[in-house]
């Protein structure tokens, strides 16, 4: 059974940094492209970031370009993301994902970790 986990969630102050890391257990990402999606209270999940599964391309939503950075290490079965001079508008439940190969689809999810911005 696949699972995957996140970590590293909490309260932030505007203008600080976090990261959040994932861990995939019941299955390699070797192979998969990863990504980091974020849910806000009434809003739809929109993926922000995604690393394709050699790690050399990596992919951000406008918003967080130059402040979010997507990592992984395969022999760790893990990824990163860096989330540097944090805003309000980033308060949002983020989630960890495998994709199925270098696709949009498939993969896994995991339940997500709170990031919670104070002004």
């Not at 993926?47 to 760790?76: Q, W």
């Not at 949002?92 to 999810?109: K, N, P, Q, T």
């Amino acid at each position: 059974q696949v699972h995957v986990m996140e970590s590293g969630g909490g309260l932030v102050q505007a203008g600080g940094s976090l990261t959040l890391s994932c861990v995939v257990s019941g299955s390699i990402i070797r192979g998969n492209a990863m990504g980091w999606y974020r849910q806000a209270t009434g809003r739809m999940r929109e993926l922000v970031a995604r690393i394709s599964p050699d790690g050399r391309t990596s992919t951000y939503e406008d918003s967080v370009k130059g402040r979010f950075t997507i990592s992984r290490d395969d022999l760790k079965n893990m990824v990163y993301l860096q989330i540097n001079n944090l805003n309000y508008e980033d308060t949002a439940v983020y989630y960890c994902r495998s994709f199925d190969g270098d696709s949009l689809s498939g993969g896994y999810w995991g339940q997500g970790t709170q990031v919670t911005v104070s002004s």
